[in-house]
């Protein structure tokens, strides 16, 4: 993440921002701020809001509550209003929205001011960025994809924005080349300097893209910071879900510890009788053949073996994926395997979980 000087105010900040609509918060009080040179996510469902704050930050809605800053200046509360056009921000949606009468040259020049030799110079530079330049007299119909995106980013940064505002602008290209045009888009962005907020649902382009993620759910931001924390640290059940299939272990607390078949977990700050979630992810959970009825000791770091029959087993390309019926309780439990790992409907094979990669939650009722 690059250095940002800390008396510098961030280039884009915005407070307690709301917005309703028939009474119900959409956006329910968000607050976040990018320095200039970082991108960060908002990442959640679809409906949670990501939009909408985006709109209100470009300034095409208006917030009920808030206020919205950019260099430490207000552009926008709910009195004063800095027009969208002099935000010195940048748009990019799902639909690249190139104009179809227009050359590729005059699609990337269509924002710019200033005299023709400047503002073809700008145009060139940028086609020349991102690989467009021998397609600058071309029409939009001509190029595939990829490249329209590649004609919107640059038509986006012509202008120097210092705010980058993203839509879920990958959504419409194929997964084949998806990575390689958001690897190209995030240099041009670097190199750009601008703050950039971008609007996912896929966790996998966040974590690829963001130097900040922040997790929306209903309308508030539950948990923000750097993918590697928000991945390794995260807040509550709904926030490991988010980013992998888990597994879900529900015990009782008695004595601030709950029992489980893979031994005793603890439960600090949940009262006797209360129950706790404990959940792990699908490639932490480890695999060791049955020995006639016995499993691998019980070890610190992997704690009790539990006993499993396979109910079904897939190959997924680069892992398998195999499901257990638990000797325990009944329970399903799944495990991922790097390469091929198929093993046969009704084998008993034993299982254990990484201690230190288990996530122990309150339960908050429901089906574990």
């Known amino acids: 993440m690059k250095q940002v000087k800390t008396d510098m105010p961030p280039r884009l900040e915005v407070r307690g921002l709301v917005r309703r609509f028939e009474g119900k918060a959409v956006v329910d009080h968000v607050s976040l701020s990018v320095p200039r040179g970082q991108v960060t996510c908002l990442l959640g469902p679809s409906g949670c809001g990501k939009s909408t704050t985006l709109r209100m930050i470009a300034g095409v809605e208006m917030q009920d509550e808030g206020e919205i800053y950019v260099d430490g200046a207000l552009i926008c509360d709910t009195k004063f209003r800095v027009p969208p056009e002099r935000r010195h921000i940048g748009l990019m949606f799902q639909d690249f929205a190139l104009f179809p009468h227009l050359s590729v040259a005059d699609n990337v020049a269509f924002g710019l001011k ?6 073809r110079a700008r145009v060139e530079g940028l086609l020349t960025r991102v690989g467009l330049m021998r397609f600058i007299d071309g029409y939009p119909h001509e190029l595939s994809g990829g490249e329209q995106q590649r004609v919107a980013l640059a038509r986006a940064l012509a202008p120097r924005p210092r705010i980058m505002l993203m839509d ?3 959504s419409g290209l194929d997964n084949r080349l998806r990575d390689d045009i958001r690897d190209e888009t995030l240099a041009v962005l670097k190199d750009e300097d601008a703050a950039v907020l971008l609007v996912t649902h896929e966790p996998e382009e966040a974590m690829r893209m963001a130097d900040e993620i922040a997790l929306m759910r209903d309308g508030r931001i539950v948990q923000q910071g750097a993918p590697y924390n928000i991945y390794n640290a995260p807040r509550d059940r709904e926030a490991v879900a988010f980013f992998s299939d888990v597994n879900v272990i529900r015990g009782k607390v008695q004595g601030a510890l709950t029992d489980t078949p893979f031994g005793q977990f603890l439960a600090p700050g949940v009262p006797d009788g209360g129950e706790v979630d404990i959940v792990i992810r699908p490639q932490h959970v480890k695999i060791d053949f049955d020995r006639a009825g016995r499993g691998p000791l019980a070890t610190v770091q992997d704690g009790v073996p539990a006993r499993g029959v396979v109910t079904r087993a897939r190959f997924m390309g680069s892992e398998s994926l195999v499901e ?13 395997v790097p390469n091929v790992f198929l093993p046969k409907e009704g084998q008993a094979l034993w299982l254990m979980i990484r201690r230190d990669r288990c996530f122990v939650f309150p339960a908050k009722g429901g089906v574990a």
């Open 114 to 119: 200033g005299a023709k030799e400047e503002k």
């Open 168 to 170: 879920e602008p990958f």
């Open 324 to 336: 257990f019926r638990m000797d325990y309780d009944g329970s399903t439990l799944k495990a991922t």
